[in-house]
């Protein structure tokens, strides 16, 4: 078949290389523009355009889906588009251009976290299975019928971007298998069955720890800001970031937010037991292990 595909981030890169791959033909890739990176703030092109151009495939820049992308995409003539985090609506007519429509990989297991960051809340929520599910594209949100779904585990320790890098050529696989299908004309589109949960995008606050909750959750909240939006908590009125975290198994009690060292751990106490601190990087410093960073720090240490 002749596909559009639109995608932008990392995690979509393994769902084009495998489409390009395939028996189909990538017509044209829609990406999101160019954003500032680094320190420096210099623009460079999304993971997905870096990819198509070393494919040889056409790109098309849009931060939307306006009229003229409209015009665009459409006399493409495609059989079917396909998104994979491309970070941007389609409405209509685009919706109904191509032969097929639009199908959409999704990194959760629907009705559960429709939204721009269910790989985040999943972990966030202490899910134990999440998975990938490609779904045919609607006007709700995350709302269509499921063409294909492959369940799998959430590690205890995955933080939410190593196990988006574990989802992405799941995802790839069960996408190409199922665009072969609509292909053959055997695929089985079938209703979201279940209680739907919402997950929005992560900003900034959602990564303020609460030592006052159990240690299990604040290991989870660090867990799914990591590595976007990160985790951090205050010391004083400096931010601290909590760039990785262990459980404090055996660890002595002590009150929410207060620093301890016990033998060679540097641990947080939590509303329910305590929490290792294991790297972290103070408010205009660069990463350093939790160890030298309470040495520095001195005694008395409290979070908040």
Not at 219 to 248: I, M, N, Q, S, Y
Request: overall charge neutral.
């Amino acid at each position: 078949m002749r596909l559009i595909f639109a995608g932008t981030p990392e995690a979509a890169v393994p769902s084009l290389e495998a489409l390009a791959a395939s028996e189909h033909e990538v017509l044209t890739v829609v990406t999101r523009p160019p954003a500032p990176l680094g320190r420096k703030r210099v623009l460079t092109p999304s993971p997905v355009e870096s990819v198509a151009t070393s494919l040889g495939v056409p790109v098309l820049r849009a931060a939307r889906l306006g009229a003229d992308e409209t015009a665009a995409l459409t006399a493409q003539a495609a059989d079917l588009a396909v998104i994979v985090a491309y970070g941007g609506l389609v409405a209509e007519p685009l919706l109904s251009a191509p032969r097929l429509g639009w199908v959409n990989l999704h990194f959760s297991l629907l009705p559960r976290w429709r939204g721009a960051a269910p790989v985040q809340r999943a972990v966030i929520a202490g899910d134990e299975v999440t998975g990938v599910e490609v779904f045919q594209l609607e006007r709700g949100l995350d709302t269509g019928p499921v063409l294909a779904s492959e369940a799998v585990p959430i590690g205890a320790l995955e933080t939410a971007g190593h196990l988006l890098g574990r989802l992405a050529p799941i995802g790839a696989r069960v996408l190409v298998a199922t665009v072969d299908r609509l292909a053959d004309g055997t695929a089985v589109a079938v209703p979201q069955v279940g209680e739907p949960t919402l997950a929005p995008k992560l900003v900034l606050a959602d990564g303020r720890l609460d030592w006052s909750q159990p240690a299990d959750r604040v290991f989870a909240r660090v867990r799914g800001c990591t590595p976007e939006p990160g985790a951090w908590t205050t010391v004083g009125d400096r931010r601290l970031k909590v760039l990785e975290a262990a459980p404090a198994r055996g660890a002595a009690a002590t009150s929410p937010g207060v620093v301890i060292r016990e033998a060679a751990r540097v641990l947080v106490g939590c509303g329910e037991s305590a929490l290792e601190l294991v790297r972290v990087q103070p408010e205009g410093r660069g990463a350093m292990p939790a160890d030298a960073w309470l040495r520095g720090a001195g005694a008395d240490v409290v979070l908040s």
